[in-house]
């Protein structure tokens, strides 16, 4: 007899890495997956449901959820047949980038409000049936940005770094409860949000900035930022289709990062754990040597520069 289709919860499917996601466990050819695919804003919804096709209705359905409000997640729990969640995926997630300075409080605060906060509040609101039940799998959307800062992303990365520590810590209790936590850490993810975001703060005024910080920002990140996404950058499909495996898998990792390419961008600071390599070495090539940057990433990007970093 074959077992009941599990009930994966997964935030933020409006686009992306989320509708990848709800797609591609919907689309099971085992049907071992029964989705609930969530979003704050239904009217975005129409993308997921073409993508979503037959499943539609069958082995997805589509629903409202907004992570910053209790009484959302309550509501759109009430709707899971008998409230039961056996895999959650934290993965509705918002971007900040700019000069410190030119950045309000409010803007900072929201961004952990939703990356933190909002995966905190759906955690706890889906644990105390795990426990009971004694199983399930809570997948965290996180970054690398989450292992290493990165310049002019400040506020975003303190969000993923305030995951990782959250969730490892989480997940030394869990296994107790027979409950698995798996942090997953794609590098620049090629998606019309982030082209957006990009072309939206090239032009932007960022008050209070001084001329020298707002020129590197503009004449050194952001052309670099562009060339790493064209270069190494992964389609939200591939970064989906790993955390498939993840979630089909018997012994959930704790960690996975999904983007080979992006390797030897993390390894400094695996090299070197007092982080002075990472960062004096990210500096030079942002501010110094900004040719050998660019032929790096394409170097990266054909497959020219293919070693190993860590032991298979």
């Known amino acids: 007899m074959a077992d009941a289709p599990r009930t994966v919860l997964i935030s933020g499917c409006s686009s992306g890495i989320g509708l990848e996601l709800a797609v591609q466990l919907a689309h099971d050819h085992r049907q071992r997956y029964q989705v609930v695919a969530t979003m704050r804003d239904l009217g975005k919804k129409g993308t997921l449901e073409a993508a979503a096709g037959e499943a539609l209705g069958q082995t997805l359905t589509v629903a409202q959820l907004d992570v910053c409000s209790d009484e959302s997640v309550a509501q759109c729990l009430s709707c899971i047949h008998g409230g039961e969640v056996d895999v959650l995926v934290n993965n509705a997630g918002v971007g900040l980038v700019g000069p410190l300075e030119g950045l309000s409080l409010a803007a900072m605060q929201n961004v952990f409000d939703t990356n933190f906060f909002g995966a905190v509040r759906l955690v706890r609101a889906v644990l105390p049936g795990m426990k ?88 050194f990140y952001l052309p670099a930022s562009r060339e790493l996404f064209r270069s190494v950058g992964q389609s939200p499909q591939d970064v989906a289709q790993v955390i498939v495996k993840v979630i089909s898998s018997a012994r959930p990792p704790l960690r996975r990062q999904t983007n080979a390419r992006y390797a030897p961008l993390a390894a400094l600071k695996a090299v070197d754990p007092s982080g002075s390599l990472y960062v004096r070495t990210t500096h030079c090539l942002l501010f110094r040597w900004t040719h050998l940057l660019n032929l790096g990433l394409r170097c990266l990007a054909c497959g020219c520069l293919r070693f190993r970093i860590w032991p298979r």
């Open 132 to 219: 009971r039940r004694r199983k399930g799998h809570i997948v965290v959307v996180s970054s690398v940005m989450g292992l290493q800062g990165v310049v002019f992303n400040e506020a975003y990365a303190a969000s993923k770094f305030a995951l990782e520590g959250f969730f490892e810590s989480l997940a030394v209790q869990l296994l107790q409860f027979n409950i698995f936590i798996t942090l997953v850490e794609p590098g620049p993810v090629v998606t019309d949000f982030e082209g957006k975001l990009l072309e939206q703060v090239s032009t932007a005024e960022f008050p209070d900035t001084d001329p020298d910080t707002l020129h590197y920002f503009r004449d």
